[in-house]
């Protein structure tokens, strides 16, 4: 399994980011995949899911701002950030499955850091 990550950067409050997550090694298209993020000083925290079907789960700090969305074709799933708030600030990781609780058991890849600061 290899997950990459990718798409961070600095982005003003307010602003936009769409962060990519490659995706090898299993099946993409029958796994779930997931979004976690960790701040500076702070513990792994869920942000969203998605099935394989495509429902999705969303933390209520996200919920109406991240959109998680998957590309079957290209091995990929993204998060689309909107309305981008300071506290957003983190490293994003994405991992293979639906995780919500237990995150720390899942296997994450190398991340992709996001700052929020004008």
């Known amino acids: 399994v290899q997950l990459v990550e990718s798409g961070g950067g600095l982005v003003q409050p307010g602003g936009s980011l769409r962060l990519s997550c490659a995706a090898s090694?299993?099946?993409?298209?029958?796994?779930?995949m997931t979004w976690a993020r960790q701040a500076p000083g702070k513990g792994l925290e869920w942000v969203s899911a998605?099935?394989?079907?495509?429902?999705?789960l969303y933390a209520d700090s996200v919920k109406g701002r991240f959109t998680i969305s998957r590309d079957n074709a290209k091995n990929t799933v993204y998060l689309q950030m909107t309305s981008l708030k300071p506290e957003d600030t983190a490293v994003y990781f994405c991992?293979?499955?639906?995780?919500?609780?237990?995150?720390?058991?899942?296997?994450w890849g190398q991340g992709t850091q996001v700052i929020v600061s004008s």
């Open positions: 991992a293979r499955g639906v995780w919500i609780t237990g995150i720390s058991d899942a296997t």
């Open positions: 998605i099935y394989s079907y495509g429902d999705t």
């Open positions: 090694g299993f099946t993409f298209s029958s796994s779930g």
